[in-house]
RNA sequence: GGAAGAGUGGCAGAGCUGGUUGAAUGCACCGGUCUUGAAAACCGGCGUACCUGUGAGGGUACCGGGGGUUCGAAUCCCUCCUCUUCCGCCA
């Protein structure tokens, strides 16, 4: 959620921002409407606190009087109150009224993007930041898509997902188990390396939590929903991680905040069909591990390059072929500022796939939870939150399977062998 | 799931027979005096948000959440949530 006083203060920045960002001139026009109806909150707020003010001192002389027994006398301040009362419930309607619809209308703006944001619409406006050093692997023709491979070698079985579940529930099996396995333990090991604090939080969340990350209202869709208790399933480790900070003040010395955890990430993926969905490319389940940030604003855009620079060392590791990519205004999502998207190379497939999404918030979110630390001057402020896949599994296992298959069978790379136990999947 | 009790400022803990209580007191924390330095002692400060004012300041709201009674509620009533204890159930 942008910041009010920012949208008063800077409205001509916001403008330029939310147009990079692919807005709607209707979105746009909120502006304007925003700030006056922001100046009537103020004038409602200034009239109803002088009301109120009037009352509490009413209220006390005729306290004044029952105490010195002159209660008799309180009979004419009482219907005064009484008056003054009713006004003033008029009044607080209005104010919660004007207070609901500002933050609808303000709740319809994207974050605004950073300046080093590329402009564009789509995907192929965005800007290849980093592309791998090595050369691209060159598979056999007889090479097979990931999931010909993982039931050749009986690693998953995507029809008994179906049938304990439904598509997008596959279930793994045997060294595909352990793969998964090796990966949540090694990508884990290696984000508690880099300073993270191991966090394993609820995968059920609240209303309130789904809110203050940016999920509700916007992508209430996406979430299963478990109506009876009212709880969410996560789409993703950010939501309980960073709610982990809702409503706080940091002191500076708190920083940095570092979180990671895994998760299985629940998504409804409603609409999405075809070869988007084909084996492991898109799941209604799939593990990630997550890397939560929360920073002065003054070293967000620092810690963004660290956190590209960690997964970056994970998928060097993984000896995968990847690319990164600053995504454009267009293509970035509504609560980011910037966002670095890591992509692997799908070699038997002949695509990319998104890997790892890694953006800074600035206050877009810390506003809407209250998250805030105290400055040097006294003064309480927004932090900055981050966040970052590092890694999400099911795609990672995609190309890890196409791009290490030879005829023996799929090399299991250097750095996972001590997890997996096995250097070979046969 | 049933019964009883409880939820107050960073923590601990008063207030809960309704009226200078935004809230005693202690601890923690910050500033100062003292000291070669530290500790102790003493003095002062010490919640958040919003409105208003150039500023000093003034005002409003908040004592788990929401609603109600009343001229007036942390204090009374209703409801929801959470915690504790006992019973039941269970990995």
Redesign the pocket.
């Known amino acids: 959620m942008l910041e009010i006083g920012n949208i008063r203060e800077e409205k001509d920045r916001i403008v330029a921002g939310l147009k990079k960002k692919n807005a709607s001139q209707d979105q746009i026009d909120l502006l304007e409407k925003i700030i006056f109806d922001?100046d009537r909150?103020?004038?409602v707020?200034?009239q109803?606190?002088?009301m109120?003010?009037q009352?509490?001192?009413?209220?006390?002389e005729?306290?004044?009087l029952?105490?010195t027994g002159k209660a008799a006398e309180?009979g004419s301040?009482?219907s005064q109150?009484?008056s003054l009362?009713e006004e003033s419930k008029l009044l607080e309607s209005e104010l919660k009224e004007i207070k609901d619809s500002l933050e609808d209308m303000i709740i319809q703006l994207p974050n605004t993007p950073h300046a080093t944001v590329p402009h564009g619409l789509k995907a192929e406006d965005n800007e290849v930041f980093k592309l791998w050093e090595k050369p691209m692997p060159v598979l056999g023709s007889d090479a097979l898509p990931h999931w010909e491979l993982a039931e050749k070698y009986g690693l998953i079985s995507f029809k008994d997902g179906v049938m304990l579940t439904g598509s997008g529930f596959p279930v793994y099996k045997n060294k595909g188990a352990r793969l998964q396995r090796a990966l949540i333990n090694f990508f884990l090991d290696e984000a508690t390396a880099a300073g993270y604090q191991e966090i394993q939080p609820p995968l059920l969340v609240n209303k309130e939590t789904a809110r203050a990350t940016g999920q509700l209202p916007d992508k209430e869709g996406q979430m299963y929903y478990c109506e009876k208790d009212d709880f969410y399933l996560i789409p993703t480790a950010e939501v309980p991680l960073t709610n982990l900070y809702r409503d706080t003040?940091l002191q500076k010395s708190d920083f940095p905040v570092m979180l990671t955890g895994y998760t299985p990430c629940f998504r409804r993926e409603a609409g999405s069909y075809g070869s988007d969905v084909k084996g492991l490319n898109r799941l209604h389940q799939f593990d990630k591990i997550e890397i939560v940030r929360i920073e002065h604003p003054d070293r967000s855009y620092d810690v963004i390059m660290e956190m590209v620079a960690h997964v970056e060392k994970l998928l060097i590791k993984l000896e995968l072929p990847f690319r990164i990519l600053r995504l454009c205004g267009g293509d970035m999502s509504f609560n980011s500022a910037l966002t670095f998207d890591f992509e692997t190379w799908s070699a038997a497939q002949g695509r990319w796939l998104e890997v790892s999404s890694i953006s800074n918030f600035e206050t877009f979110q810390s506003n809407r939870m209250?998250l805030?630390f105290?400055d040097d001057d006294?003064k309480?402020r927004l932090a900055h939150t981050l966040n970052g896949s590092a890694l999400a599994l099911a795609r990672i296992v995609a190309t890890l399977l196409e791009n290490h298959q030879t005829p023996q069978g799929i090399k299991v790379p250097q750095a996972l062998q001590t997890y997996t136990g096995f250097d070979m999947i046969t």
């Open positions: 922001d909150r103020k004038s707020q200034t109803l606190d002088n109120l003010s009352i509490n001192k009413l209220s006390d005729i306290g004044i029952f105490k309180a301040l009482k109150v009484a009362k003040i209250k805030r105290r006294g309480t």
